[in-house]
T-cell receptor, first 114, second 115 residues
Framework: AQSVTQPDIHITVSEGASLELRCNYS??????LFWYVQSPGQGLQLLLK??????LVQGIKGFEAEFKRSQSSFNLRKPSVHWSDAAEYFC????????????FGQGTELSVKP | EPEVTQTPSHQVTQMGQEVILRCVPI?????FYWYRQILGQKVEFLVS????????KSEIFDDQFSVERPDGSNFTLKIRSTKLEDSAMYFC?????????????FGQGTRLTVV
């Protein structure tokens, strides 16, 4: 079955520290991969996406993610976290030529300590 | 910057009542979606819509749900007879070209509370 796993429900990091949010997927073939962020009371904003090519993708707000086919992973990273990064982060996948339907992970809530 | 707009932001309704959630997708987008997020759970796909018809729906999207694009700009989700378990945040999304470049833009969501 197609699924996305975000093993960390809640992560707390100090401001200025580095961040890595984990995402693993189970899919028949390599899907399209996405990270979305949801701030309190807000909708889902696309941070970055992987379709093909370079496995390290850059996104907005200083985020990057690395696709590792052998591990079926697409982990999100940021070298230095800012207090405004506190939010919920969702990893999602979409099958190629599948009409755009997204399958989401459970989400990881990020808290940032001053 | 173009955006997806949803109204209302919050709706409270009594069990058994009909509700219509409204969305205005990005104007040149062709594929439209509804997702929902029950409190504390993951975002779940409900339905996709293209060329004035449903292209895919989940098992959640039963006969109580329907979608419509009544004019060139609005995209609506109707729940005919709401149940307590329909309480959730409902997100509308749109993409320009789904199979090739499925980059979905989401609205702010409508929080539906069924009492």
């Amino acid at each position: 079955a197609q699924s996305v796993t975000q093993p960390d429900i809640h992560i707390t990091v100090s401001e200025g520290a580095s961040l890595e949010l984990r995402c693993n997927y189970s899919y028949g073939a390599t899907p399209y991969l996405f990270w979305y962020v949801q701030s309190p009371g807000q909708g889902l904003q696309l941070l970055l996406k992987y379709f093909s090519g370079d496995t390290l993708v850059q996104g907005i707000k200083g985020f990057e993610a690395e696709f590792k086919r052998s591990q079926s992973s697409f982990n999100l990273r940021k070298p230095s976290v800012h207090w405004s990064d506190a939010a919920e982060y969702f990893c999602a996948v979409c099958g190629r030529n599948q009409g755009g339907k997204l399958i989401f992970g459970q989400g990881t809530e990020l808290s940032v300590k001053p | 910057e173009p955006e997806v707009t949803q109204t209302p932001s919050h709706q409270v309704t009594q069990m058994g009542q009909e509700v219509i959630l409204r969305c205005v997708p990005i104007s040149n987008h062709l594929y439209f979606y509804w997702y929902r997020q029950i409190l504390g759970q993951k975002v779940e796909f409900l339905v996709s819509f293209y060329n004035n018809e449903i292209s895919e729906k989940s098992e959640i999207f039963d006969d109580q749900f329907s979608v419509e694009r009544p004019d060139g700009s609005n995209f609506t989700l109707k729940i005919r007879s709401t149940k307590l378990e329909d309480s959730a945040m409902y997100f509308c999304a749109s993409t320009l070209t789904a199979p090739q470049v499925p980059e979905a833009f989401f609205g702010q969501g409508t929080r539906l509370t069924v009492v």
